[in-house]
């Protein structure tokens, strides 16, 4: 069995800051393997309230170093060593999560570090095994210049996340053959902000890639206003491709998309 769970929608810092929608990332569970993507604030909250324990984790993934995709990463490790008792989970991150670099530091505390059996800093194109699943790097170009995408190649179904990115022929080159596409969409229409997508730009890649199910999410206050459900709605009506905009709280069953059938959505889309 697997799961796609949605621990918070939240894009830019006014949305995450005022709590309009939750920001604690997002969590695939395939087997027994649960991989928690881009744990920002309130990661803990949320994953209660959902029924998802963190303890679980194989693999903490982060796309880069903004507070609103890794706040939360050094007490996710916490709960899944439970305070280092058992030193147990993979770390899977751009460097600038990891490493120091010009004008910032790394979020991941040295005392953190030593709490996880292994810590892979990720770099485009690096692939990377975990038991049946196989994770690539995708491009990214985004304001954290070792920002990266995911790429989940699971038994049944292939999932991309794209994390912060604007749209380059790169990126829809490497998400083809994706069934699941969850893009970060902060901004609605053609009204895109620097290295970010906004509705047409997620039309033109769901259009290249032909995924069989796309999730919108990382809202800004803009999209909240113009109302994420819409601009699914318009982006279906455009493409073709089944889109939903993803809320907190949003459970989907990922395997049957990877097949000639449908598997249902369950919760708010």
Do not use: W
């Not at 460097?95 to 996880?116: A, D, G, M, W």
């Not at 210049?145 to 990115?165: E, H, M, N, V, W």
């Not at 490497?174 to 901004?187: A, K, M, Q, S, W």
């Not at 902000?193 to 259009?207: E, H, P, Q, R």
């Amino acid at each position: 069995m697997a799961s796609i769970i949605f621990l918070g929608t939240a894009g830019s810092s006014a949305v995450v800051s005022k709590q309009l929608r939750s920001s604690g990332g997002i969590i695939l569970q395939v087997g027994d393997l649960q991989f928690h993507i881009d744990p920002g604030p309130g990661a803990l909250n949320k994953a209660k309230e959902y029924g998802v324990n963190l303890h679980y984790n194989t693999a903490i993934l982060v796309s880069h170093n903004h507070v609103n995709h890794c706040n939360d990463l050094n007490v996710v490790i916490d709960a899944m060593t439970h305070g280092g008792i058992e030193q147990r989970g993979i770390i899977l991150a751009s460097k600038s999560v990891i490493q120091p670099l010009e004008e910032s530091h790394p979020f991941l505390t040295r005392h953190h570090q030593n709490l996880v059996e292994k810590i892979i800093p990720m770099e485009k194109n690096h692939k990377v095994g975990v038991e049946l699943v196989e994770i690539n790097a995708l491009s990214a170009e985004h304001t954290d210049p070792t920002a990266i995408g995911f790429k989940f190649f699971c038994p049944k179904f292939t999932l991309s996340y794209t994390g912060d990115t604007k749209l380059t022929p790169k990126l829809i080159e490497e998400l083809n053959g994706t069934d699941i596409l969850i893009l970060n969409v902060p901004y609605p229409g053609e009204k895109g902000v620097g290295l970010n997508l906004d509705t047409s730009f997620a039309i033109k890649i769901i259009s290249a890639v032909r995924p069989k199910l796309a999730i919108l999410t990382h809202f800004s206050l803009e999209m909240l206003k113009a109302d994420p459900l819409q601009e699914a709605r318009e982006i279906q009506r455009i493409t073709g491709i089944q889109t939903i905009a993803a809320r907190d709280g949003l459970m989907v069953s990922p395997e049957g998309y990877g097949q000639e059938y449908r598997s249902p959505v369950r919760g708010y889309y």
